[in-house]
């Protein structure tokens, strides 16, 4: 069975942490992708991943970084974390780029104080 | 950036009838999806509609695609207690999502 897996699900930092958020999907997917989201606002696209050491801004990038040095985990990094990034976040996998069902992690839920 | 947006943003029905709810998006696509959200879990794919398809079922799914429109529906037959969730469209190349549909059967 299909598993993205999310290493928290919920977290509580402070204000100016370094916070990692990590996500490993076992189904040799090519593409990773990160998301936020917020009441009122949905889903918003954060980075995503086409190969391994591969990375592409989405559409909210500014504050986050990712890493991806092995295909199977794909790192959410908030360097200094801010109130304003208290959010719920996603991560998903797909096969392929365009036609594919993406795969969802159960979420890690982060709280900053 | 291209994004669906599904209408209504919320919808109560009583259970055992039909709900429908509706995306638009603004450029032309290859394919829309739809997804499942259960409340603080992730997304589950639910149905996935080609552009040249206008027409899909899958159990108690239907799915419409107006490309003409920039639309689609999607219908969920005899609704239960577990439909329940937040419903969501995504489009392009299936990354873009909207704000949802939230979703509620009364029993």
């Known amino acids: 069975d299909v598993k993205v897996t999310q290493s928290s699900r919920y977290l509580v930092k402070r204000t100016g942490e370094k916070v990692f958020l990590e996500c490993v999907q076992d189904?040799?997917?090519?593409?990773m992708f990160w998301y936020r989201q917020d009441p009122g606002l949905g889903l918003r696209l954060i980075y995503f991943?086409?190969?391994?050491?591969?990375?592409e801004k989405g559409d909210i990038p500014e504050g986050y970084s990712v890493s991806r040095e092995k295909k199977e985990r794909f790192s959410l990094i908030l360097e200094s974390a801010s109130t304003n990034q208290t959010s719920m976040y996603l991560c998903?996998?797909?096969?392929?780029f365009g036609t594919g069902e993406l795969f969802f992690g159960e979420g890690s839920r982060l709280t900053v104080l | 950036s291209q994004q669906g947006e599904e209408d209504p943003q919320a919808l109560s029905i009583q259970e055992g009838e039909n709900a429908t709810m509706n995306c638009s998006y603004k450029t032309s696509i290859n394919n829309l999806q739809w997804y499942r959200q259960n409340s603080g879990r992730g997304l589950v794919h639910l149905i996935l509609i080609r552009s040249n398809e206008r027409e899909k079922h899958s159990g108690r799914l239907r799915v419409t695609l107006d490309t003409s429109k920039k639309s689609s529906s999607l219908l969920i037959t005899a609704s239960r207690a577990a439909d329940t969730a937040s419903y969501f469209c995504a489009t392009d190349i299936g990354i873009i999502f909207g704000k949802g549909t939230r979703l509620h059967i009364l029993p």
């Open positions: 991943s086409y190969d391994v050491k591969m990375k």
């Open positions: 998903a996998s797909s096969l392929s």
């Open positions: 189904m040799d997917h090519e593409n």
